[in-house]
T-cell receptor, first 108, second 112 residues
């Protein structure tokens, strides 16, 4: 199956700092999503972004499909941004494959 | 618009028992997928249903099964529970196989 690698695995930030999370994938995809897993386990959909750039408040994402990577930007981080961020991709009619996640800790 | 609803939220079962988990997708969504999340294995795909038909199946033993009803609600069943089945089980719905996925809050299963 497709390989999905996320970096860094762990990230500790001071509140107010900016960060960039990266997702590399090994094949062409027709679906790419970024999720934030909250402390209760729910996966919150941040972006559906198989290509291009999107922004939602302090968060933005860019996927360069031809180079097989996606970036998630978090600006002016807040303690509520803490949690695990997952990138998930899908090829053809296959299922969604998840990366191993980036654990973000924002300290006040 | 109601989100994806999973029941129950928490469950404790004994080894050897069986369990059934339920997932109600977003209204109008016809595709339902199930995932297992454990600390050691991460998020692993179980199966996906679309219009009552299983479209894809992950690499899990036959003890794991599922089905989808005509109203798109889905259930998954695990028989002969093992300690290693303790996990967070997540359900996701989408309009169809090529759309974005929305996840429910999950069912946390503990096998003792």
């Amino acid at each position: 199956g497709i390989q999905v690698e996320q970096s860094p695995p762990d990230l500790i930030l001071q509140e107010g700092a900016n960060s960039t999370l990266r997702c590399n994938f090994s094949d062409s995809v027709n679906n790419l999503q970024w999720f934030h897993q909250n402390p209760w386990g729910q996966l919150i959909n941040l972006f559906y972004i198989p290509s291009g750039t999107k922004q939602n408040g302090r968060l933005s994402a860019t996927t360069v499909a031809t180079e097989r990577y996606s970036l998630l930007y978090i600006s002016s981080s807040q303690t509520t941004d803490s949690g695990v961020y997952f990138c998930a991709v899908k090829t053809g009619a296959n299922n969604l494959f998840f990366g191993t996640g980036t654990r973000l800790t924002v300290i006040p | 618009k109601a989100g994806v609803t999973q029941t129950p939220r928490y469950l404790i079962k004994t080894r050897g028992q069986q369990v059934t988990l339920s997932c109600s997708p977003i209204s109008g969504h016809r595709s339902v997928s199930w995932y297992q999340q454990t600390p050691g294995q991460g998020l692993q795909f179980l199966f996906e249903y679309f219009s009552e038909t299983q479209r894809n199946k992950g690499n899990f033993p036959g003890r794991f099964s599922g089905r989808q009803f005509s109203n798109s609600r889905s259930e998954m069943n695990v028989s002969t529970l093992e300690l290693g089945d303790s996990a967070l089980y997540l359900c996701a719905s989408s309009l169809g196989p090529s759309g974005g996925y929305t996840f429910g809050s999950g069912t946390r299963l503990t096998v003792v």
